[in-house]
């Protein structure tokens, strides 16, 4: 793990360590406290790999954890997805059709009435305590889909305009009705059509002249609960979690650095530059770290990411030998660079094959910039632009692109490789 890159760390903490958390999530649910500290490792780990050294973080972990289209890296937020597996445990509780034997048990003996209208047990075990926490933020999405209205609370569970009734109106009411606060749907449903009490109070007039007679039920079916129109067994963890999760803006560049030619390492490094987070020469100057700005390449330009990443002659040197005679080139001026990114066109292997070209350009010059800077070891723009023309015959080579004819021929004939 020592030589791992930034984006080697990513992938195992995706398909390793998330997945390690993700099992014992499922079935203890964890702390707060517990959470907060696999949180500090994993992020030290991503950005510290297995070095105790701390060094400061390059992105936030609010940014980091949201999803890749979002600005992100898709790691999910540890207590979001935790609160996603208590939700899922809400569910199983009032769900009608649940096989859950835990569930069961749980309506069985702990349950007495309604999970919505009653008061969380004083002696209750602390994951049932974090189930009746979350009442409220389950009621903001889960409905039910009625069938014969047997196992759905009439007052208190959010069935009457994906609301409960005792939520809409006065708890007068319930005892207007003449149904008692352990009614259930099934009491106003008769084999014609909705049957509510008849009566001429004020309150059971308003509830009448509201109520919607055209809403749907089936006898012959069980009642199905609904989080956010998705029934019954088909709601899944992720589905909660994108419910309550943090929401962040999305990105107009993202699909543009996470392409399907990508390689982690040169995408990880484009994410880095979109956010404007590498540490180029003029962020230390600022810092305090040196006072150093001169580009290594030219001399004559301050370090910036648009100098060193696209304007400098360094640069262009490299990126004229990769490109030249085979597709469209970057523009030189930054200010233009980021409308050429995003006029490419995804589906095109051709477009494709320009972003990647462009992100080993990027990641190999920051490679010599940084072998200039501490190992004092140079390369020539020819020799760069060679070993970059290698990297992108070795990913289109393996690529499930190249396996198609017609796609092979394309990237034969533009950026001569071999068969």
Same mark, same amino acid.
């Given at each position: 793990?020592? !030589?791992?890159?930034?984006?080697?760390?990513? =992938?195992?903490?995706?398909? #390793?360590?998330?997945?390690?958390?993700?099992?014992?999530?499922?079935?203890?649910?964890?702390?707060?406290?517990?959470?907060?500290?696999? =949180?500090?490792? $994993?992020?030290?780990?991503?950005?510290?790999?297995?070095?105790?050294?701390?060094?400061?973080? +390059? #992105?936030?972990?609010?940014?980091?954890?949201?999803?890749?289209?979002? @600005? *992100?890296?898709?790691? &999910?937020?540890?207590?979001?997805?935790?609160?996603?597996?208590?939700?899922?445990?809400?569910?199983?509780?009032?769900?009608?059709?649940?096989?859950?034997?835990?569930?069961?048990?749980?309506?069985?003996?702990?349950?007495?009435?309604?999970?919505?209208?009653?008061?969380?047990?004083?002696?209750?075990?602390?994951?049932?305590?974090?189930?009746?926490?979350?009442?409220?933020?389950?009621? =903001?999405?889960?409905?039910?889909?009625?069938?014969?209205?047997?196992?759905?609370?009439?007052?208190?569970?959010?069935?009457?305009? /994906?609301?409960?009734?005792?939520?809409?109106?006065?708890?007068?009411?319930?005892?207007?009705?003449?149904?008692? &606060?352990?009614?259930?749907?099934?009491?106003?449903?008769?084999? *014609?059509?909705?049957?509510?009490?008849?009566?001429?109070?004020?309150?059971?007039?308003?509830? &009448?002249?509201?109520?919607?007679?055209?809403?749907?039920?089936?006898?012959?079916?069980?009642?199905?609960?609904?989080?956010?129109?998705?029934?019954?067994? +088909?709601?899944?963890?992720?589905?909660?979690?994108?419910? $309550?999760? /943090?929401? @962040?803006?999305?990105?107009?560049?993202?699909?543009?650095?996470?392409?399907?030619? @990508?390689?982690?390492?040169?995408?990880?490094?484009?994410?880095?530059?979109?956010?404007? /987070?590498?540490?180029?020469?003029?962020?230390?100057?600022?810092?305090?770290?040196?006072?150093?700005?001169?580009? !290594?390449?030219?001399?004559? @330009?301050?370090?910036?990411?648009?100098?060193?990443?696209?304007?400098?002659?360094?640069? =262009?040197?490299?990126?004229?030998?990769? !490109?030249?005679?085979?597709?469209?080139?970057?523009?030189?001026?930054?200010?233009?660079?980021?409308?050429?990114?995003?006029?490419?066109?995804?589906?095109? $292997? +051709?477009?494709?094959?320009?972003?990647?070209?462009?992100?080993?350009? $990027?990641?190999?010059?920051?490679?010599?910039?940084?072998?200039? !800077?501490?190992?004092?070891?140079?390369?020539?723009?020819?020799?760069?632009?060679?070993?970059?023309?290698?990297?992108?015959?070795? /990913?289109?080579?393996?690529?499930?692109?190249?396996?198609?004819?017609?796609?092979?021929?394309?990237?034969?004939?533009?950026?001569?490789?071999?068969?």
């Amino acid at each position: 793990m020592k !030589f791992l890159s930034f984006a080697g760390r990513l =992938q195992l903490i995706t398909s #390793v360590l998330f997945s390690i958390q993700n099992y014992w999530s499922a079935h203890f649910l964890l702390p707060v406290a517990v959470l907060k500290l696999l =949180q500090r490792k $994993i992020a030290h780990f991503l950005w510290n790999g297995h070095d105790s050294r701390r060094t400061k973080a +390059k #992105v936030s972990w609010k940014s980091v954890t949201l999803p890749k289209s979002e @600005g *992100g890296l898709g790691i &999910k937020d540890l207590r979001d997805w935790n609160k996603a597996f208590i939700l899922k445990h809400l569910i199983a509780v009032v769900n009608p059709c649940s096989t859950s034997l835990w569930a069961s048990w749980v309506k069985k003996t702990i349950i007495k009435g309604s999970l919505w209208s009653m008061q969380c047990p004083y002696n209750a075990s602390w994951i049932i305590k974090q189930i009746f926490l979350l009442r409220d933020i389950a009621l =903001q999405h889960i409905s039910y889909s009625i069938g014969n209205g047997r196992d759905v609370s009439l007052w208190f569970a959010p069935w009457f305009n /994906r609301q409960p009734i005792c939520s809409s109106y006065d708890n007068q009411l319930i005892s207007l009705s003449g149904l008692g &606060k352990e009614a259930v749907v099934a009491d106003i449903i008769s084999p *014609g059509g909705w049957m509510l009490p008849h009566s001429n109070f004020h309150e059971l007039v308003v509830w &009448k002249n509201q109520f919607d007679f055209s809403t749907q039920f089936d006898l012959a079916q069980r009642d199905k609960i609904c989080w956010d129109n998705i029934c019954g067994s +088909k709601i899944r963890v992720t589905h909660l979690w994108d419910s $309550i999760r /943090r929401r @962040g803006n999305n990105t107009i560049w993202a699909p543009f650095v996470w392409h399907k030619l @990508g390689v982690p390492r040169f995408s990880f490094h484009h994410w880095l530059l979109m956010l404007n /987070r590498v540490n180029t020469a003029d962020k230390l100057v600022n810092r305090g770290v040196t006072s150093f700005d001169a580009c !290594f390449f030219c001399i004559n @330009g301050t370090e910036s990411n648009h100098h060193l990443f696209l304007e400098c002659p360094f640069t =262009q040197r490299i990126i004229q030998l990769v !490109f030249s005679h085979r597709c469209a080139m970057p523009p030189d001026l930054w200010s233009l660079w980021y409308t050429w990114l995003t006029s490419l066109n995804l589906k095109d $292997i +051709k477009d494709c094959i320009s972003i990647l070209a462009y992100q080993v350009i $990027i990641y190999s010059v920051w490679r010599e910039r940084n072998s200039r !800077f501490f190992s004092e070891e140079y390369s020539s723009p020819a020799k760069l632009a060679s070993n970059c023309l290698h990297l992108i015959k070795c /990913r289109l080579h393996s690529s499930t692109w190249f396996a198609v004819e017609s796609l092979r021929t394309t990237s034969l004939s533009v950026w001569s490789l071999d068969n």
